[in-house]
């Protein structure tokens, strides 16, 4: 009964809108020793939820007119190399880091034609 009624408190003091995890944190910074699953069944016991962000309503404007570029290296039809290349960025996650990778491949032979890897 004094979890629960601490859980009222930080509920009301938080005027509902924070869940279960901000509840278990502010228990705990009270001295607490509580689990965030009790927490969370607590408060759903006692209608206690949070509030969920309201999302932005649908616009029943049309988009503003912007003009539409084709694309002509899609037309384009290629008899030999070096004719047109394309280039891609990804990051790939290390244990420690994060690397980022970019490549340039060319179009015809899909063959990497340059790249480079940049660690942040």
């Not at 607490?32 to 069944?41: I, S």
């Not at 988009?63 to 899609?74: G, Q």
């Not at 960025?89 to 420690?96: G, N, S």
């Amino acid at each position: 009964m004094l979890l629960r009624s601490e859980i009222q408190k930080v509920v009301l003091q938080y005027q509902g809108r924070d869940g279960y995890r901000r509840a278990t944190a502010e228990l705990r910074r009270r001295g607490m020793l509580v689990n965030h699953k009790r927490v969370a069944r607590i408060m759903r016991e006692d209608n206690l939820v949070g509030d969920t962000a309201k999302l932005a309503a649908p616009s029943n404007r049309a988009p503003k007119a912007t003009e539409i570029y084709i694309n002509l290296a899609n037309r384009m039809r290629l008899t030999g190399t070096n004719q047109v290349s394309v280039a891609d960025i990804t990051f790939i996650r290390l244990k420690r880091e994060f690397v980022y990778l970019a490549a340039v491949l060319d179009r015809f032979s899909r063959k990497v034609v340059g790249g480079t890897s940049i660690e942040r």
